[in-house]
C-alpha cells in the first residue's frame, strides 16, 4: 500500500496491521522517511531486513538470511520507497492517494512490474477520494468559520457580493 503521506501511512498502519495479522495471520510493515516498523516478531526493524522479508525472492533472502523463513506479507510505505527498489514478489499494489505527478504512481507501479517477476498478473488498485465527501470537509472545516465575517462583509459592501465580473481590456 503506497501513500504520499507519512501521517496517513502511521494511520493505515495502526489501523490494519492488528486485525491483519488477527484474522488472516498475515504480518505487517511499516516504511516511511520518519522510521519503520513491523508486528513481525523478534526481527530487526531495519530498512533493508523489511524490505528483504517483503520480496525475499527478488531481495535473495536466502543469501542474506539463510536461517530466516518468515515474511512480511503487506507492506505499507511512503514513495520513499518507490525508486531503486525491486520488489516484483508482490503482485497486488493498492495507491491509497493519488499523487499529483503521474511519474509517481508509475513509480510505484514499476517497483512490482519487473524483469524477473514470476507473477502471471499484477493488479493495480487507485482509491480515489469522493469529491462530495471533501467539499463538505473542506467547507464544514475551513470556510464556515468565517461565515460571520463573510456576513458582515457583504452587510458593509452590499454591491460588491459575491458573483462573476467580467472585466474587458
Known amino acids: 500500500i503506497f501513500?504520499?503521506?507519512?501521517?496517513?501511512?502511521?494511520?493505515?498502519?495502526?489501523?490494519?496491521?492488528?486485525?491483519?495479522?488477527?484474522?488472516?495471520?498475515?504480518?505487517?510493515?511499516?516504511?516511511?522517511?520518519?522510521?519503520?516498523?513491523?508486528?513481525l516478531p523478534k526481527?530487526?526493524?531495519?530498512?533493508?531486513?523489511?524490505?528483504?522479508?517483503?520480496?525475499?525472492v527478488s531481495k535473495e533472502r536466502?543469501?542474506?538470511y539463510p536461517k530466516e523463513t518468515r515474511e512480511i506479507d503487506v507492506l505499507i510505505a511512503t514513495d520513499c520507497i518507490s525508486e531503486g527498489q525491486n520488489l516484483q514478489d508482490c503482485?497486488?499494489?493498492?495507491?491509497?492517494?493519488?499523487?499529483?505527478?503521474p511519474v509517481r504512481i508509475i513509480q510505484r507501479f514499476g517497483r512490482i512490474d519487473?524483469?524477473?517477476?514470476?507473477?502471471?498478473?499484477?493488479?493495480?488498485?487507485?482509491?480515489?477520494?469522493?469529491m462530495e465527501r471533501e467539499m463538505a470537509k473542506y467547507y464544514a472545516n475551513i470556510l464556515l468559520p468565517y461565515a460571520p465575517q463573510a456576513i458582515k462583509l457583504l452587510e458593509i459592501f452590499?454591491?460588491?457580493g459575491v458573483g462573476t465580473e467580467i472585466v474587458q481590456d
Open 3 to 39: 501513500t504520499a503521506f507519512s501521517d496517513t501511512a502511521n494511520y493505515l498502519y495502526e489501523q490494519l496491521a492488528t486485525p491483519i495479522l488477527q484474522h488472516t495471520n498475515l504480518h505487517t510493515a511499516l516504511i516511511t522517511g520518519n522510521g519503520v516498523k513491523s508486528n
Open 43 to 56: 526481527v530487526d526493524n531495519d530498512f533493508n531486513t523489511l524490505l528483504t522479508l517483503f520480496s525475499p
Open 62 to 64: 536466502h543469501v542474506l
Open 91 to 101: 503482485d497486488y499494489l493498492i495507491n491509497y492517494d493519488i499523487h499529483w505527478n
Open 114 to 130: 519487473r524483469i524477473g517477476s514470476q507473477n502471471a498478473v499484477i493488479q493495480l488498485v487507485n482509491y480515489w477520494p469522493d
Open 158 to 160: 452590499p454591491s460588491q
